[in-house]
């Protein structure tokens, strides 16, 4: 695609989508991470966002790189807003959450289970797959 070529309202939305896609998922997979940040995370992080791939699907200089560019912006930073929604509507969590984990802890009827971090979000058993209640 030249950079005179322009793009169908389709094409844009569709590379919008897949960059918000790929910034909400960015966001997620920081924000939960176990380890310490090392070089070869940016590195990786750096070939998602701007990769062969991507520019192969979305050319440089062109609308549709354009749109993908926003809907990283709006993924990475829509999580985030969802995030101090979802914290400011509900009443066991504070903003000091996002600080160092502090929250609320539950009241009876409400209980953390056993072997649950109250601070963290569920443990995932092998494979992703959330554990399953019994």
């Given at each position: 695609?030249s950079?005179s070529e322009s793009?169908?309202?389709l094409?844009?939305l569709g590379?919008?989508g897949?960059?918000?896609l790929?910034?909400?998922?960015?966001?997620?997979?920081?924000?939960?991470?176990?380890?310490?940040?090392?070089f070869s995370?940016l590195?990786t992080?750096v070939g998602v966002?701007?990769?062969?791939a991507v520019?192969?699907?979305?050319p440089?200089?062109?609308?549709?790189?354009?749109?993908?560019?926003?809907?990283?912006f709006?993924?990475?930073?829509g999580?985030?807003?969802?995030?101090?929604?979802?914290?400011?509507?509900s009443?066991?969590?504070?903003?000091?959450w996002?600080l160092?984990?502090?929250?609320?802890?539950p009241?009876?009827?409400?209980?953390?289970?056993?072997?649950?971090d109250p601070g963290t979000?569920p443990p995932?058993?092998?494979g992703g797959?959330?554990?399953?209640a019994?």
């Open positions: 695609m950079t793009s169908s309202l094409q844009l590379a919008g897949f960059g918000a790929i910034g909400w998922l960015v966001y997620y997979t920081n924000r939960y991470r176990r380890g310490d940040v090392q995370d590195v992080l966002i701007g990769g062969g520019l192969t699907l979305f440089a200089k062109t609308d549709l790189f354009g749109a993908y560019g926003i809907g990283l709006v993924g990475f930073f999580y985030f807003a969802v995030l101090l929604l979802m914290v400011r509507a009443a066991s969590f504070t903003l000091e996002f160092d984990g502090r929250r609320i802890p009241a009876p009827p409400f209980e953390v289970p056993p072997g649950v979000r995932m058993e092998p797959k959330p554990p399953i019994t």
